[in-house]
T-cell receptor
Framework: GAGVSQSPSNKVTEKGKDVELRCDPI?????LYWYRQSLGQGLEFLIY????????KSGLPSDRFSAERTGGSVSTLTIQRTQQEDSAVYLC??????????????FGEGSRLTVL | SQKIEQNSEALNIQEGKTATLTCNYT??????LQWYRQDPGRGPVFLLL?????KEKRKERLKVTFDTTLKQSLFHITASQPADSATYLC???????????FGGGTRVLVKP
């Protein structure tokens, strides 16, 4: 597709369940980011993938959160044993990742997660 | 600790006036700083980038300045229009990599 695609757009789950959020970046983009945005707040960095390098996981809030990027393309963010405080919009973004590039991010429309 | 601060209060402005938003940062040495626009329920959209060695950048009615001594960027929307109403986010990266960290955003409301 032409842009970053995220699914599902909305997810309602019960506390304690696991959820998976998917991101399809722009074809050819080597950098992929996950951010979390709570209502009325800014973007909280979660994790960053760049090519074949080890991901920067410094923003993951707990060990219940994990992310994978298979084949350098699609990424899945997994939240285990969800808690109510995990409710937020999860945004994925990709960029060309070229050294010395602008690093402009292209965002998807987000996955809104509600934990009951 | 590292901080990126934007005015959390909404900016209400009359159509035709210039809106000025501030982004201040602490304990960063950014290679560049970016500004994004976010509409309700949508992902942010890139607007402008300014590098550490640039003082000012313009794009149509938008102007960004970057003062690495003051550790501040100003974002101006000139001749503002109601369609400019949105939340504006600044983001910066460390020179060492491309990880982008965002400020909390400032909501702008342009009244006709």
């Amino acid at each position: 597709g032409a842009g970053v695609s995220q699914s599902p757009s909305n997810k309602v789950t019960e506390k304690g369940k696991d959820v998976e959020l998917r991101c399809d970046p722009i074809s050819g983009h080597t950098a992929l980011y996950w951010y979390r945005q709570s209502l009325g707040q800014g973007l909280e960095f979660l994790i960053y993938f760049q090519g074949n390098s080890a991901p920067d996981k410094s923003g993951l809030p707990s060990d219940r959160f994990s992310a994978e990027r298979t084949g350098g393309s699609v990424s899945t963010l997994t939240i285990q044993r969800t808690q109510q405080e995990d409710s937020a919009v999860y945004l994925c973004a990709s960029s060309t990742g070229r050294a010395g590039g602008t690093g402009e991010l292209f965002f998807g429309e987000g996955s809104r997660l509600t934990v009951l | 600790s590292q901080k990126i601060e934007q005015n959390s209060e909404a900016l209400n402005i009359q159509e035709g006036k210039t809106a000025t938003l501030t982004c201040n940062y602490t304990n960063y040495s950014p290679a560049y700083l970016q500004w994004y626009r976010q509409d309700p329920g949508r992902g942010p959209v890139f607007l402008l980038l300014i590098r550490e060695n640039e003082k000012e950048k313009r794009k149509e009615r938008l102007k960004v300045t970057f003062d690495t001594t003051l550790k501040q960027s100003l974002f101006h929307i000139t001749a503002s229009q109601p369609a400019d109403s949105a939340t504006y986010l600044c983001a910066l990266n460390e020179a060492a990599g491309n990880k982008l960290t965002f400020g909390g955003g400032t909501r702008v409301l342009v009244k006709p």
